[in-house]
């Protein structure tokens, strides 16, 4: 998005940013448990991979000088947003 100099106004991650892969590995979680590290009824899911994908472009913009960006989930703004950087 850089390289096309788009700014994505609405990014957050729970919704627009994706796993590639539904695919997950379960691995034992003992933090927290008082348990032995020998019994597996503590455990996680962490994703196989860790590719993306970004969605949801309806709010994308061009990085203009003149641009006045309004972003609508002040929580979930791009860092170039908060921090006023935009391509140089």
């Known amino acids: 998005m850089h390289d096309l100099r788009l700014i994505h106004t609405d990014l957050k991650p729970q919704e627009n940013i994706l796993l590639v892969s539904p695919e997950y590995i379960k691995v034992p979680d003992y933090k927290g448990s008082s ?44 860092p170039e947003v908060i921090l006023g950087y935009f391509f140089v």
Not at 48 to 55: D, F, G, H, M
Not at 60 to 75: A, E, L
């Open 35 to 78: 348990r032995s590290p020998k019994d597996s009824s503590y455990s996680k899911r962490i994703p196989r991979c860790s590719a993306i994908k970004v969605i949801d472009f309806g709010c994308t913009t061009y990085d203009r000088p003149d641009q006045n960006y309004i972003v609508s989930t002040r929580h979930y703004r791009e």
